[in-house]
């Protein structure tokens, strides 16, 4: 079935460093959602990328899918305590769009 | 509106026990899923309804879970016997089916079995 990976696993970086999270995907996907949850918190939606190539930046955070739409990115410029959490990708299971396939996430701790 | 609602946010139980988790969905929307958490297998997908029909639940373990949607705004997730490795965060999320399939998470209930 479907797979869609993440790496890192965790990252730790100081507060002003900037963090990248990659989303690879084992089939071509339609559209791809992120998704952020905090420590004890439920996963919450960002955003979702359906055209291939398309960039969309929500202050900084910069969000890419790949041409080939298989991957995925998430930058963060200058990481503020705020962004600490786990960062999810999740594409549709199948040809559907109902039903999501998340990645394993990447956990962000942000030292002040 | 409140968001998904479940209910009960924390549950503990002693292996053998029957647990019965509930979610409200957001009112309008016709898609609900049940995904269950663990630190080694992260977010999986147990059961998807569409229009209170389950139209997938191969994510569903073994036949100690069910669920069940008896209408647009309740659904259950059950679990019996509940056995020691069933202890997760069990999340409830709704959608409204179309192109932006945005998933809204409830809290959560965090199931332990001892």
């Known amino acids: 079935g479907q797979q869609v990976m993440q790496i890192p696993q965790y990252q730790h970086v100081q507060e002003g460093e900037d963090f990248t999270t990659y989303c690879n995907s084992s089939t071509t996907l339609s559209n791809i959602q992120w998704y952020k949850q905090r420590p004890g918190g439920h996963p919450v939606f960002l955003i979702q990328l359906v055209k291939s190539g398309e960039v969309k930046k929500q202050k900084r955070l910069t969000f890419q899918f790949g041409e080939a739409k298989k991957n995925s990115s998430l930058h963060i410029t200058a990481t503020q305590t705020t962004d600490v959490g786990t960062y999810f990708c999740?594409?549709?299971?199948?040809?559907?769009?109902?039903?999501?396939?998340f990645g394993k996430g990447t956990m962000l701790l942000v030292s002040p | 509106d409140a968001g998904v609602i479940q209910s009960p946010r924390h549950e503990v139980t002693e292996m053998g026990q029957e647990v019965t988790l509930r979610c409200k969905p957001i009112s309008g929307h016709n898609s609900l899923f049940w995904y269950r958490q663990t630190m080694m297998r992260g977010l999986e997908l147990l059961i998807y309804?569409?229009?209170?029909?389950?139209?997938?639940d191969s994510g569903m373990p073994e036949d100690r879970f069910s669920a069940k949607m008896p209408n647009a705004s309740f659904s259950t997730l059950k679990i019996q016997p509940s056995e020691p490795r069933d202890s997760a965060v069990y999340f409830c999320?709704?959608?409204?089916?179309?192109?932006?399939?945005?998933?809204?998470f409830g809290q959560g209930t965090r199931l332990t079995v001892v």
């Open positions: 309804f569409n229009n209170n029909v389950p139209i997938d």
């Open positions: 999320a709704s959608s409204l089916e179309k192109e932006t399939t945005e998933a809204f």
């Open positions: 999740a594409g549709p299971q199948g040809s559907g769009y109902s039903t999501l396939t």
